[in-house]
């Protein structure tokens, strides 16, 4: 066995230095495109590629998170969205969102580099890297770099699932799958990360609170208004009614599978194997997840009586989508009051919408809008540079809440027009039967757990 592995190792060394594996290896030095050395080249694309597949098991997270807080009748459904949000999103995302993201083009979009086109060779990297000059800040090869956006468009996509799970039907979610991974997330992105106008205004959003998690919050509020609320989720007063998620310890595996890949997620967006830099980010994002889970449990137990295992399991989730644009330009102390901020939050946000008749059943508004919009505006609070407390004055802060508010808007309207096309074309929600019956049976015919007997209303 251990043969076999160095064996493997060697094969892999080999590759790696061969020239005909290198696609760009050039870095953006005030301007002039240079080489880097093939050991820095090497480690900062295994590096990437590493943090790319830890977002992509974030995927799982998703997935065991969003079926573990809702019903047992609906978590074949809600496998079936997470698996093919991933698969038509890396169509899309390679087709058109990539180039809208990061691609040459205005302050509004790209408009160049469909399907992702890649030089092999070192000598035609230049003419490669123009294209795709956002990002000629990092040396990795163009496809690695499509990697690592592409698992973060999905993460944008599936959250959008959680918000408006057990009342949705398959179909439509398909037909939106494609058009947030393929036009109105990298158009979010491009404004940030791809030359737009927010980044040239200076706005800070380093691993993206705001362009990753607000984006798929905020069209998460609109599917959620445009569907309406669950049967049964309101009393004829209008008054909530609790409605259980069938397996909170799966919750809990998702929670921790995402507090994994989260570590992919922040110190990934270095988009190189900056040791020093790369530490610190990840100690920023523990201590903030940490900080979130404890604050949620104290606010829900003295606002419901009872530390609630649910908004702890989300205060962790707020506190690392809070730091998230922040983690490496704070310090750890920052990074712990962002997360308890993200903390208590979340609470607050997750029954304010319950209390506005706007269903939820994951509380993906809350963690990933709200949070979001929160982390990133107190960058321009916290930033150990520029922001308020470091003596840098309000311009940073007044740049975030722009920033904020303007993604705000654009998801807003792209989600409403969105949503309620989709409604008039092809319908969005699914029979009261149906609903009422499960939509794993409904949608696909089967059963996540046929040796049980499941309830076919709650």
């Known amino acids: 066995m251990v043969r076999k592995v160095i064996i493997t190792v060697f094969v892999l060394t080999c590759l790696l230095s061969l020239n005909a594996f290198a696609l760009n290896g050039l870095i953006d030095d005030e ?16 590096w990437v590629l590493g943090a790319a597949f830890l977002v992509f098991f974030m995927q799982a997270g998703f997935a065991m998170v969003e079926s573990g807080f809702t019903r047992a009748k609906n978590a074949v459904n809600i496998l079936m969205k997470n698996l093919m949000d991933f698969s038509m999103g890396s169509i899309a995302y390679w087709a058109i969102g990539f180039a809208i993201m990061f691609g040459a083009g205005n302050a509004f979009m790209g408009t160049s580099g ?16 123009s294209v795709f000059s956002a990002l000629e800040w990092s ?5 690695a770099a499509w990697l690592f956006q592409l698992v973060f468009a999905a993460t944008a996509a599936t959250i959008v699932s959680g918000a408006m799970a057990e009342r949705t039907q398959f ?3 398909l037909i939106y799958s494609i058009f947030i991974t393929g036009i109105i997330y ?9 030359g737009g106008w927010l980044q040239n205004m200076g706005m800070s959003d380093f691993a993206g609170s705001t362009v990753v998690h607000s984006t798929g919050g905020w069209l998460a509020l609109t599917g959620a208004i445009v569907l309406g609320p669950r049967l049964g989720k309101y009393d004829a007063d209008g008054k909530p009614r609790p409605i259980a998620g069938h397996n909170l310890p799966l919750a809990a595996l998702g929670v921790f599978i995402l507090w994994l890949g989260w570590f992919g997620f922040n110190p990934g967006s270095q988009m190189g194997a900056d040791a020093a830099d790369i530490s610190s980010i990840a100690i920023t994002t523990n201590l903030a997840a940490a900080a979130g889970a404890i604050l ?12 609630d295992a649910g908004m702890s399991l989300n205060g962790a989730l707020a506190g690392l989508v809070a730091i998230t644009a922040g983690c490496a330009s704070v310090t750890p102390t920052s990074a712990a009051i962002i997360g308890a901020l993200g903390g208590i939050v ?3 946000s997750v029954l304010l919408f319950e209390k506005l008749r706007i269903d939820d059943p994951v509380g993906a508004i809350s963690v990933h809008g709200t949070c979001g919009a929160l982390g990133t505006i107190l960058v321009g609070f916290f930033d150990s540079s520029s922001g308020v407390f470091a003596g840098g004055g309000f311009g940073l802060l007044w740049t975030q809440i722009v920033g904020v508010i303007a993604v705000l808007v654009w998801c807003l309207v792209t989600g409403f027009i969105l949503f309620y096309g989709i409604k008039a074309i092809t319908g969005l929600r699914v029979t009261e039967e149906e609903e009422q019956a ?5 949608e696909h015919g089967a059963s996540a757990y046929p040796d049980f007997n499941v309830s076919s209303i709650r």
């Open 31 to 46: 301007g002039t495109l240079t080489k880097v050395e093939d050991s820095n080249y090497m480690g900062d694309t295994l």
């Open 114 to 129: 469909w399907f992702v086109p890649s030089e092999s060779l070192t000598e035609g990297a230049a003419a490669s890297t």
């Open 139 to 143: 040396s990795v090869p163009t496809y």
């Open 171 to 173: 179909k439509s979610y």
């Open 186 to 194: 990298p158009v979010v992105g491009h404004w940030i990360w791809g």
């Open 296 to 307: 949620a449990m104290i606010t829900a137990w003295l606002i419901l009586g009872k530390p």
């Open 346 to 348: 979340v609470v607050l």
């Open 438 to 442: 499960g939509l794993d049976y409904e």
